[in-house]
């Protein structure tokens, strides 16, 4: 029997978390650090990612975010993302390893897909 968090608490934190707390990601080429000023990205700009409701303790982007041509002008790795709580400046909310996350690049335009980045709390069985 695994243990963690209450379904409906992890889903009420996931939704706050994410819809409304802390709903801009920012890209990163390594860890962001306790701040999430470490390492950001040249794609610098930041986009408002939508979930779908949390569900048994998880949760999944519920529509594609794009960086399209000018936002994406550097050539590097994208690893960590963050998440803040406004587009410019804000308040660090969490931070995310992007590393097994499919992220889709092509021609100067990249994409975090719909269903691609999941968000969970280990719930109890």
């Known amino acids: 029997m695994p243990v963690g968090m209450a379904a409906a608490a992890a889903n009420a934190i996931l939704d706050q978390h994410h819809d409304t707390d802390f709903p801009w990601f920012q890209w990163h080429t390594g860890d962001p650090g ?27 982007t519920s529509a594609q975010a794009d960086w399209t041509d000018g936002e994406v002008d550097t050539d590097e790795t994208l690893t960590h993302g963050s998440f803040w709580s406004a587009e410019t400046g804000g308040t660090f ?32 069985s």
């Open 93 to 124: 909310g969490s931070s995310v390893d992007m590393t097994d996350v499919p992220v889709a690049s092509v021609n100067n335009t990249l994409a975090i897909p719909a269903g691609a980045l999941t968000a969970s709390i280990p719930v109890a």
């Open 34 to 60: 306790a701040a999430g000023t470490a390492n950001i990205a040249g794609v610098g700009e930041r986009k408002q990612l939508t979930f779908s409701a949390a569900s048994g303790g998880s949760k999944t």
